[in-house]
Structures are given as C-alpha cells and as structure tokens.
C-alpha cells in the first residue's frame, strides 16, 4: 500500500516537472501558431478528397510558420523545404535584403481562410485563395518600428512533394 501511494507521488511529481518545463515551448507555439480553415467544398474541376484537405490545411500553416520564422530571424534557411521553386527563390531574396538593411519582420497570426479555387485534374497543383488577418511588425533588432494589422490576400499554389504539399507560389494580391 506505502509502496504505491509512493509510487503516485512519484508520477505526480513527474509530470507536474514535465508539464512545468513544457510550458514555455507550448506559450512559444501558441504565439506562432497560424491558424488555417479550409474550405475546398467549390474546387474545380475535381474535389479535393478528405486526406488531401487535411495536408493541405496542415503543410500550408507550416509554410507560414516557417515564413514568419525565417523572415524574423534573418535566416533563409528556417524555410526549410516548404517552399519551392519561385516562392522560395522570392523570400530568400527578401530575406538576404532584409538582412542587409539590418531589419526584421515579424507575423502576428489571426487566422487564414482559405479556399481552394483550383484543383488539377492530375493532382499537380491547387490553387489557393487566401483571406489572412495578420499583424506585420517591421523591427530594427528588438524595438518595433512599424506595425500594420489588416486583412491581407494571397494567392498560393502548391505542389505535391514526397509526402508533403510545398508553397510553389505566394503572391499578394489586392483581394477576390
């Protein structure tokens, strides 16, 4: 009976630890998460089936993540394999001029919603419309300098890729 009550104290302890030495990498999420709802109920010319939606929907908040990550850092290599093709070509060109100036862009998350318009017959590419509300923060090492929150729209083509779905095109557009 000691022995188990013993026992329970002992896991209780162990995960009130683990728990506490998780909190902060689970605040640091919350902060960067990039909440994605997809609708691809009106994709031509074929649907989008069930399985595809949900990588779809998860590789694209990943993208951004990745994005964010990469642009606040200076670091062309957070985009990690993401991005492809022009996509990438485009943010690492934005981040090396960022670099250069000594500046730094941080994403403040509030919610994708996106559509997916387009859908190939082959299954090589969909095409998203993407309604984003975000705050851009412009810094200069740590000190804010500019801030714009608003209703941002992009335009993403995706291609798939091994077992993931990559960002081939992000492109910001002036609405749908």
């Given at each position: 009976?000691?022995?188990?009550?013993h026992a329970r104290y002992l896991l209780f302890v162990f995960l009130v630890a683990l728990i506490a030495g998780a909190a902060p990498l689970l605040l640091r999420a919350a902060e960067t998460a990039f909440a994605v709802s997809l609708d691809a109920s009106q994709s031509q010319p074929r649907q989008v089936e069930e399985t595809t939606a949900a990588s779809l929907q998860r590789d694209y908040g990943h993208a951004w993540r990745s994005m964010a990550a990469a642009l606040e850092e200076n670091k062309s290599g957070l985009l990690g394999a993401d991005f492809v093709?022009?996509?990438?070509?485009?943010?690492?060109?934005?981040?090396?001029?960022?670099?250069k100036s000594g500046?730094?862009?941080?994403y403040i998350d509030h919610g994708h919603q996106v559509r997916v318009v387009f859908y190939s017959p082959d299954g090589s590419a969909i095409e998203l419309h993407d309604t984003v509300r975000l705050e851009v923060q412009l810094l200069d090492g740590n000190k804010i300098i500019h801030s714009d929150q608003g209703t941002f729209h992009y335009l993403a083509l995706m291609t798939p890729a091994e077992n993931s779905w990559k960002v081939r095109l992000l492109e910001s557009v002036s609405g749908f």
């Open positions: 009976m000691r022995a188990r009550l093709g022009v996509a990438k070509e485009q943010l690492t060109q934005a981040i090396a001029e960022q670099g500046l730094k862009r941080r």
